[in-house]
T-cell receptor
Framework: DQQVKQNSPSLSVQEGRISILNCDYT??????FLWYKKYPAEGPTFLIS?????DKNEDGRFTVFLNKSAKHLSLHIVPSQPGDSAVYFC???????????FGSGTQLTVLP | GAGVSQSPSNKVTEKGKDVELRCDPI?????LYWYRQSLGQGLEFLIY????????KSGLPSDRFSAERTGGSVSTLTIQRTQQEDSAVYLC???????????FGPGTRLLVL
């Protein structure tokens, strides 16, 4: 039972354009959401997060949108750069349960 | 400052042997987590330590897996009688008190032959 789903295993985008990574969840108890970036042979690096009381959070080139009614969140990267090429994981946590539930990841490739 | 460190970075072992994986969290972080990532999969929660509270072991896949955290800092994940399906990257993360963002180490790549 996958509670966090990333349905696109891969995405290719041209440098300078927008990258949109999507994530769906099924557990209505999730109230905090995060995006991590992972390069090969490294641990995940925290990118940006959003609480369920908000519907948007922005940090530089990265913006996360949360649609609670649709149980959907997305990460927008604009403009995309070749160095953004990595696997992106969305993750969620519920209330006092501190463990994160992760999606299976999306491989982003930004083409120069 | 220094991030989360893990050792060894790679471990190859034979089926049936025991292995110990070590995690040094970021100094001052009260919470410590273990996850594993099997090939092509997302991260799977294993166990969570918070201060002096009893750990949340709800993610441990079998009684062959155990973990301890000594002095509220370093943690060791032990896998007894390893099986081939234990092959994965084992990741440790830590977070400060009251903060939900977790910071990950580089992982230990375990291969059971």
């Amino acid at each position: 039972d996958q509670q966090v789903k990333q349905n696109s295993p891969s995405l290719s985008v041209q440098e300078g354009r927008i990258s949109i990574l999507n994530c769906d969840y099924t557990n209505s108890m999730f109230d905090y959401f995060l995006w991590y970036k992972k390069y090969p042979a490294e641990g995940p690096t925290f990118l940006i997060s959003i609480s369920s009381i908000k519907d948007k959070n922005e940090d530089g080139r990265f913006t996360v949108f949360l649609n609670k009614s649709a149980k959907h969140l997305s990460l927008h990267i604009v403009p995309s750069q070749p160095g953004d090429s990595a696997v992106y994981f969305c993750a969620a946590s519920a209330g006092s349960a501190r463990q994160l539930t992760f999606g299976s990841g999306t491989q982003l490739t930004v083409l120069p | 400052g220094a991030g989360v460190s893990q050792s060894p970075s790679n471990k190859v072992t034979e089926k049936g042997k025991d292995v110990e994986l070590r995690c040094d969290p970021i100094s001052g972080h009260t919470a410590l987590y273990w996850y594993r990532q099997s090939l092509g999969q997302g991260l799977e929660f294993l166990i969570y330590f918070q201060g002096n509270s009893a750990p949340d072991k709800s993610g441990l896949p079998s009684d062959r897996f155990s973990a301890e955290r000594t002095g509220g800092s370093v943690s060791t994940l032990t896998i007894q009688r390893t099986q081939q399906e234990d092959s994965a990257v084992y990741l440790c993360a830590s977070s400060p008190q009251g903060i939900q963002t977790q910071y990950f180490g580089p992982g230990t790549r375990l291969l059971v032959l």
